[in-house]
């Protein structure tokens, strides 16, 4: 069987279903990375890899991933104690309703303010502008200051921020932008860390508890007993304030949504917190972002029958679980009523990953996520604009992918 590493790269979200559609029914099986890989969906299927007798990550995830997207020595690449101890760190930061709604009222002051100014312009780009007024939002609220220096005006970080998702599965210039950006936000971000435990106590618990997310970091000891170093701490503190940021591809998807189902806009801008929620639940599994989650066979494990060898890939197929039509009525109808009044089940709607956030790798920021989501959505679908002629194509063989023109809307107000 030919390698398929170069076919992923190539055909991006289009990669697994083609291959499933070849192969028929069943998990699809296949080579990547130089490794017998298997691909599996289902809520059992979840149960299955969120399992560490079945899946462990720590060299899972390829070195270009790692030095772009996620960051070396990231909770995405621990397992077991020493992964339960780092992902407390997040869950703390991440689930508490105080903080997160926090955040939600700065995206909100940050909307209406990007609003006015748009105003005043003929024409703006949604993607460039909802990645700043995010940026803003999260990094005023996790502590980092926009100072002079590289990479660290609003803008600047936006664009570090946005570039470090967009090259993670691309050779070429893409992901050569995307190494750069990451290498220059741990370079500010390790001497933020330095400077807030030097100016503070706060590694000794002397400067009372945590305030801000980057102080959480700074303060958080690892199963070793041990502090973060400042590279690994910055590397942690990306993985907080770039995926707020990544919330910008739902934000366009949203925009998208509304383009191409008008009928559904009056309801969102009026139907509140309930129907903004199922909407943005409805974005999350309907676009392509998070094709699939991998991990490594620590042992010869078996799934339904199928026997998968020691240091096989298994890939948990996201994408193809959320457009199952065994799960899924009409999966690529566009349809935030199957939502309404029905919060989807723990491992059905995986856009995020599956099981419990505290006990796996699942996502822990589904509730910033579907609070920003919630805040920025609806504002959308009361403002006033024109959706000039351009290239709304979402390229499924680009991945990360996103309407091809960026959502440019024009007259405002
Ligand atoms: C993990 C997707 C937003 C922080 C993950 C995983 C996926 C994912 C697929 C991996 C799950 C696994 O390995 O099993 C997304 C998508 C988002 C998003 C599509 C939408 C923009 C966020 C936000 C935050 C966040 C807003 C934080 C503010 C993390 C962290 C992990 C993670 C720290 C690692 C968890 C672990 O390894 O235990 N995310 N995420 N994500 N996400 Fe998100
Ligand atoms: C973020 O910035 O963390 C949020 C966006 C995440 C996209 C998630 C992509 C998952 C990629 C797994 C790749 C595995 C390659 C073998």
Redo the contacts with the bound molecule.
Sequence with gaps: MLDNTLPLLARGYAWLPDLSRRTGPGAVRTRLMGKPAIALRGPAAVGFFYDEDHVRRRTALPEPVLSTLFGKGA??TLDGAE?RKR?EL?LKV?KDTAGVTALADRVADEWERSCKEWSDRPRVTLFDEVSVLITRAVCGWAGVPFTDGPGADARMTARDLTAMVDGFATAGPRHWRARRARQRQEERLARLVEDVRSASGKTTGQGGPPVTAVEAVAVHRDADGELLDPRTAAVEIL??IR??V??T??TVFGAHALHRNPALRQRLATGGEDYARAFAHEVRRFYP??PF?AGLAPRDVEWHGEHIPEGALVLLD?YGQNHDPALWESPYTFDPERFVGREPGRDELV???GGEASQ??????ED??LAVLSTLLPRLARLDYRVPDQDLRIPLNRMPTKPRSGFVIAETH
Excluded: D, E, M
Excluded at 360 to 365: A, K, N, Q
């Design positions: 909770v995405h992964h992902k997040f991440l993985n907080i995926p707020t990544a919330v591809w739902y972002f998070a989650v996201l856009p995020q990953g796996g790798h699942r996502c822990p920021g910033v996520t």
